[in-house]
């Protein structure tokens, strides 16, 4: 069955700690691969959008990566306002959408 | 703000009954999304519509339907309501016919007593 699966579903991390956020899936064909951000209460915000194998976009903080399984989403030195639930979402060759649960990020002062 | 309006923000109604949810897309964009957020499944692709037209299903239910207006704003029907469709409906817009980077709005909050 496809899916998209988050890892880790919660992260708490320190001000300025780095880390990544894992985003693996299991489609058919992938014809692309986008991160939103969605703070509690309020619609996903579009971050990134990943085509092919090796691509990688950055904005500030953040630097999006894609491999064919699976994509990461780096974090440089957070900021408490980086938290909220980052999602993942695969749109496949059959022309199906699906978004992943998120990884719900905590960034502590 | 994306640009995107819903209307009613919350909705509150019973088992059995049927309600519409309206979504206006951003000025341009001709594809419209209908998604459900619920606590224990996510956020669930339902259904795309593009210039008209629809485009892609995904786990829509037969009770929901929507469609796309020409001025290009969408209604999502819900009917037979059911305790378990209580969850945020998030409409969301695109420019183009291929599902990349979505404008969502701020949700249609319905509750199911």
């Known amino acids: 069955e496809d899916q998209v699966t988050q890892s880790p579903e919660a992260l708490r991390l320190q001000e300025g700690e780095s880390s990544s956020l894992n985003c693996s899936y299991t489609?058919?064909?992938?014809?692309?691969l986008f991160w939103y951000r969605q703070d509690p209460g309020k619609g996903p915000e579009f971050l990134f959008t990943?085509?092919?194998a090796g691509e990688e976009k950055e904005k500030e903080r953040l630097k999006a990566t894609l491999t064919k399984k699976e994509s990461f989403l780096h974090i440089t030195a957070p900021k408490p306002e980086d938290s909220a639930t980052y999602l993942c979402?695969?749109?496949?060759?059959?022309?199906?959408?699906?978004f992943g649960t998120g990884t719900s990020l905590t960034v502590i002062p | 703000d994306s640009g995107v309006t819903q209307t009613p923000k919350h909705l509150i109604t019973a088992t059995g009954q049927r309600v519409t949810l309206r979504c206006s897309p951003r000025?341009?964009?001709?594809?419209v999304y209908w998604y459900q957020q619920s606590l224990d499944q996510g956020l669930q692709f339902l259904i795309q519509?593009?210039?008209?037209?629809?485009?892609a299903k995904g786990n829509i239910l037969e009770r929901f339907s929507a469609q796309q207006f020409p001025d290009l704003h969408s209604e999502l029907n819900l009917s037979s309501l059911e305790l378990g469709d209580s969850a945020l409906y998030f409409c969301?817009?695109?420019?183009?016919?291929?599902?990349?980077?979505?404008?969502f709005g701020p949700g249609t909050r319905l509750t199911v007593l």
């Open positions: 969301a817009s695109s420019v183009g016919g291929r599902r990349g980077e979505q404008f």
């Open positions: 489609v058919s064909g992938l014809r692309g």
């Open positions: 990943l085509y092919s």
């Open positions: 979402a695969v749109d496949d060759t059959g022309n199906q959408f699906y």
């Open positions: 000025s341009g964009d001709l594809s």
């Open positions: 519509y593009y210039n008209g037209e629809e485009r």
